[in-house]
């Protein structure tokens, strides 16, 4: 499945260049010209890597960065004209995954992205062999091995949409999906704008999980964008 890139920069010139060398890979890619915007695009879609630059408007590439890091573990690559070892080691430092700087070769660029990829998506494999495979939020325990969920030990059997629709929001609490991304990243399906699957599939787990499954606590509607789980401090009573 297509990764998705999302391109942070002040210099349209730039993004446009990212995006036509990202788009011949087979990239998918979102632009923002300035952090808070960027930060924005993070919450509402699925991101598999992100490249900043770090002098931009309203938001830095620095502070996007930590608030990044304190939310999310994908890949990201600082791209500045600031080129002192200084200013490198500072953005590593603060969490990037590499540094390139300004002016900068498009097909590096493409490299490095790839490399980024290899080693995370490699590197999280490895880790769900060795590490139990479950999620836990709150009540609720996602066993992988059994496909069957938990709540408070008691088991919840799940059809197979269920399970692979409820993985995925477990995966990333407070992550906002959108109906396109539930179809392509749950069920493996292209998307064809049929709202009524995911809502009978929404409204089949809520009865199965949330106590009240009018006022849901667990699966959240963000409308007008998607679905999203609930993260664990607003689980806490």
């Given at each position: 499945?297509?990764?998705?890139?999302?391109?942070?920069?002040?210099?349209?010139?730039?993004?446009?260049?990212?995006?036509?060398?990202l788009h011949a890979e087979g990239y998918i890619t979102l632009e923002a010209f300035d952090?808070?915007?960027?930060?924005?695009?993070?919450?509402?879609?699925?991101?598999?890597?992100?490249?900043?630059?770090?002098?931009?408007?309203?938001?830095?590439?620095?502070?996007?960065?930590?608030?990044?890091?304190?939310?999310?573990?994908?890949?990201?690559?600082?791209?500045?004209?600031?080129?002192?070892?200084?200013?490198?080691?500072?953005?590593?430092?603060?969490?990037?995954?590499?540094?390139?700087?300004?002016?900068?070769?498009?097909?590096?660029?493409?490299?490095?992205?790839?490399?980024?990829?290899?080693?995370?998506?490699?590197?999280?494999?490895?880790?769900?062999?060795?590490?139990?495979?479950?999620?836990?939020?709150?009540?609720?325990?996602?066993?992988?091995?059994?496909?069957?969920?938990?709540?408070?030990?008691?088991?919840?059997?799940?059809?197979?949409?269920?399970?692979?629709?409820?993985?995925?929001?477990?995966?990333?609490?407070?992550?906002?999906?959108?109906?396109?991304?539930?179809?392509?990243?749950?069920?493996?399906?292209?998307?064809?704008?049929?709202?009524?699957?995911?809502?009978?599939?929404?409204?089949?787990?809520?009865?199965?999980?949330?106590?009240?499954?009018?006022?849901?606590?667990?699966?959240?509607?963000?409308?007008?964008?998607?679905?999203?789980?609930?993260?664990?401090?607003?689980?806490?009573?």
């Open positions: 499945m297509a990764k998705t890139i999302l391109i942070v920069d002040d210099d349209p010139d730039i993004v446009d260049l990212l995006k036509l060398y952090g808070k915007t960027a930060f924005d695009q993070l919450k509402s879609q699925a991101i598999d890597l992100a490249i900043l630059d770090i002098m931009m408007p309203i938001i830095d590439g620095y502070q996007l960065l930590q608030m990044i890091r304190q939310e999310y573990k994908i890949p990201v690559i600082l791209l500045s004209s600031k080129s002192r070892d200084y200013d490198k080691i500072a953005g590593l430092k603060l969490g990037a995954d590499d540094y390139i700087s300004k002016p900068f070769s498009p097909l590096e660029v493409t490299a490095r992205i790839q490399a980024q990829l290899r080693r995370f998506y490699e590197f999280n494999d490895s880790l769900s062999v060795q590490q139990p495979s479950q999620l836990k939020v709150g009540d609720l325990r996602l066993s992988h091995h059994e496909c069957v969920l938990y709540i408070k030990d008691k088991p919840i059997l799940l059809s197979a949409r269920e399970y692979e629709l409820l993985k995925l929001l477990m995966s990333e609490p407070g992550r906002v999906f959108t109906k396109k991304q539930i179809f392509e990243r749950a069920w493996n399906e292209y998307y064809i704008a049929d709202d009524n699957a995911i809502m009978v599939q929404i409204s089949r787990l809520r009865e199965k999980i949330e106590e009240c499954p009018r006022k849901p606590v667990f699966i959240k509607t963000i409308r007008g964008l998607g679905y999203r789980f609930a993260k664990k401090d607003e689980l806490l009573p």
